[in-house]
């Protein structure tokens, strides 16, 4: 066991900077991380033993105890359990006789719930021991299942069950527009840093991460940012629920990626940079190494790029390990640096203080494609498409009730009728624009616009349509919320595990009045005063669907202003098995018997 | 002013409590005799009446551990305009509370078949008895509390204080020294 | 000092000096207004994780304890839409851990509790979440009660910036965050954790206590028996019975 442990150890250099890595590592070889391990891991790296347990505590895709030789995640997006998910788990549950979230008595496997995947027009979706397999039908759950029974190799299975496709629907600017290697780097090279940064402002390029700050300040300050050294970060976390773009771009267009990156280094001044991916995109890590290993090889990454006296730069690529609130900045750089993602006081932002407190440019994956597209063609290539404050285009990933879900690309300022038409939706209840943190639109808000002046999306656009129990949406909302919040500020931390609650109760029948006034009041509490996007998007879902679906929870309600919070009957259960009693005293009705 | 009132009809039960907040309300000592030219009291551990009938106001101590405590914070609900949570018991559940990481089915085991100088125990299973909850409640979990008065017990001054506002058509309020949760 | 005047914002409408680097906490309480806080200590960096001391500043809210104090700012504090909110925060933290205070030795001098009196906090309002938390009481001379815990890290930043022995740390997150101690076996008594540590002396609640000192001080003359926390807070307390006055923002809301 420490023989492995060391081997991990050496491969990652002994650096407690490299500690999320390392703990990845071991649970691939290990499967879990045991108390034993992190004493030990503690000493090797130098680290007080609670800052590793801490670490392992935090990120889900790290188990501390025993979770089964198969390790089966499904995905728990709604449009997951609008595909079918919740059937097929219950499924698998039964063939293994094993409770949700626990391991089978032989050890053999373990099935719970995970959050979205980013396979969402492709879903139902699980991660087996991290690996990604979509489409899941009855079929698929049956060959798993026996696969798992058999004890066969994940290695042996067959490689089809992993395939993962891509569904571009409709291409604009970014994704029609060719690119060879090298070229928007050498168009950098010949007009030089501050000329480069000039022309990413006057394209007024937004970021497309979701708080769409103008890209070309932002590499301004960070190049004005003393330091001893500067740094470029690709955010390819994508974990808001119904994004999937991402993926998209890194699998078909990383080269694109890579050049908007090695742009940004330029522009900044930066010799490093990392790539932030996502811990559910493992079967993206082969070909984005093969991509970086390539362009290393043509001279685009390493030592003096293109014959370029100080310009040095390479790409490392850091896995996550299951967690949404790494997509925020400071997070992501707080779990680079081998730490639990918690967001940071700001200010200082990271343009001054990121990476090693050092000047660090932290862009989402589509804003560095489209970056590197304006410094080869000018600031007029993203201009030509989208509106006043919202320059070019943006990259969809539509999911839910949709005739063709995929990637679509369209010029800021489209309606979302068009969209709609697009992807062939009808009977349509509701859209949920930029994921659970975004808007909930109804169906008299189809004029309505994407764009940052409207409705701003990070890149989820999920359908649902008249067959659809609003309620059940919003729960799974809050159950993400409530799974994924860091837990280090208060309103988020306790107002995300109260938001579920509720609605929860709400779904089932049991809600009462007091729980609708009390749902606006815990959303609002975390807008107003949550320390990081996550905490202050959390009620948004709510509190849309409070006001637009409102009789959707109207109809739900009990009679009285309040009923239980729990099951009275059940609650009386186990006095009721250890007494043996059955009689009427022994029963507590749940609305009040008159 | 309010001379030519119509008294309140005020009841009062201990649920799961201790009857300490009984007790700090009899603390108010002559000043009892002040609200009883207010109020008449219904269904009380002060009285012998045993069922709740219309009320203006109900005050609760204790909190909810067991069936028959459910029933009789539903026969107050339903009687009462205004029910009063009394007592820290009643607000969050208090000491009887501090129970609630148990298993009940190994409490009501220890407690009735494995503990010391116990031999050949049985559990209770005598329908009269009422059936203990697997957790203890506050009140608000089950039905429409009006008004809290935390202490455990609350300070007879702050009973009085808290009273009188109340019947004087006030919002309660408890300032620095009369509000306590201990 | 002629010409040199002290910068000012304004809180409540009263002019509140400060010393440029000075976070809008620290300028007002040293002005002696108090504005409620629980993770915030004078001796440590701020953490602007309990979030008690949000304020609104020209429309925004944010957390006075981390936001340096700007001239001219508009400080709303004790406003009734952000006194509402810091009892909702305070709800909020009592509800997610076990607060029984009639046995809780810290009761009286506990900061969690007399901020909630200073809010009038009658009740908890929502639902709690009776989450299970055992105690560790295997260190000879200290007894942690994990029940009470509200997450401020002042331990584990006094145990690691001071002590220099990390004692203290977080694992889990969201609502299943919880304090541990750094020992493989989970035992504060394989840790280094001494009585005389200043780890032993911040914690605003009464999770970290000294073993045989209960109750030494009756309960109703601790110290936020005697003074109410706001003037504790700005070092205003004198001695003085207990009024009885209504806190200035009134009851809860919530609470009734
Ligand atoms: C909870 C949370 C999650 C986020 N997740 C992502 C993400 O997955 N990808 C991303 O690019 N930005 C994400 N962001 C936004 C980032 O903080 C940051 O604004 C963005 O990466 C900046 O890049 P941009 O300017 O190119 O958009 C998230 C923000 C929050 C608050
Ligand atoms: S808002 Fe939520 S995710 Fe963000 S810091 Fe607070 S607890 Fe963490
Ligand atoms: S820590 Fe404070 S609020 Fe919690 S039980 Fe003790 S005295 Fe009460
Ligand atoms: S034990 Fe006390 S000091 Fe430490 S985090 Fe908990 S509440 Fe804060
Ligand atoms: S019975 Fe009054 S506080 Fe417990
Ligand atoms: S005191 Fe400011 S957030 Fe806690």
Redesign the interface.
Known sequence: MSRDLSAILARHQHDPLRLVQILRDVVEEHGFIS??T??TLAERLSL????V??V???YAFFPTENAGRYRVLFSDNITDRMAGSVELRQRMLEAFQVRDGEVSRDGLVSIGTTSCTGLCDQGPAMLVNGRAIPRLTRARIGSISAMIHGQAPLDTWPANLFDIHTHIERKDLLLSTPLAAGAAIDAAIARGPDATVAQVKASNLRGRGGAGFTTGVKWEMCRAAPGEAHYVVCNADEGEPGTFKDRVLLSDYADLVFEGMTVAAFAVGAKRGFLYLRAEYPFLLAPLEATLAERRKAGLLGKSIRGVADFDFDIEIHVGAG?YVCGEESALIESLEGK?GIPR?RPPYPVTSGYLQQPTVVNNVETLAKAAFVVMHGADWLRVRGTGRSAGTKVLSVSGDVARPGIYELPFGATVREVLDLCGATDVQAVQVGGPSGMLLSRSEQHRRIMFEDVPSAGAFMVFDDSRDILQVLENFASFF??????????C??????QR?MLSALAKGYGTR?DLK?LA??AK?MK????CGLGATAGNAALDALEKFKPAFEKRLGT???M???D?DR???????????D??????SHE?EE | MASEKKKLRVATTSLAGCFGCHMSLLDIDERLLELLKLVEFDRSPLTDIKHCGPCDLGIIEGGLCN?EN?HVL?EF??SCKVLVAMGACAVNGGLPAQRNHL???DC??TVYMTGTGIRRGF???D??L??????V?PL?????IDYFLPGCPPPADAIWHFLNDLLAGRTPTLGHGLIHYD | MAGAEKPMFAMDGNDVPFEPGQTILQAALAAGRYVPHLCFHPEFK?H?????C?VKINGR?V?SC?TLAKQGDEVESETPEIQD?RR??VQ??F??GNHFCPSCEKSGSCMLQAVAYDLGVMAEH??P?FPSRPIDASHPDVLLDFNRC??CELCIRAS?EVDGK????????????HL?????SGRLADTRLAVEDKAMDVCPVGVILRKRRGFQVPIGERKYDQHPIREVAVGKATARHASGKPSPQGPSK?GA
Do not use: M, W, Y
């Open positions: 108390p034993g992190i004493t007080p033993r609670g800052r347990e801490g392992a505590g935090f967690a639990r006081n409530a799974h994924e919040s860091c837990g280090f500020c208060t309103p931390r306790v107002g995300t595990a109260l609650r007091r009390d009041r815990v509490v107003a005063s949550s320390h009285l202003e309040v239980p919070t729990f009275l609650s009386l259960a186990p006095a009721r098995e250890v007494t043996g009693r009689d009427d005293e022994a029963h507590l009040e | 069936a459910v539903r609900r339903k298993d009940i089915r009501l085991q559990i209770p299973n329908p009269e009422p059936l203990p909850l697997d957790r409640h608000h979990d089950v039905v429409k | 701020p602007g994780s309990c979030k008690l949000t809210t957390a981390t909110l909702n925060l909020f933290l509800v997610e929502f639902s979440f509200i997450l690691a990390n004692v203290f740390a977080l694992s889990g997150r969201g609502a299943k965050k541990i101690v750094n020992a493989e919530e």
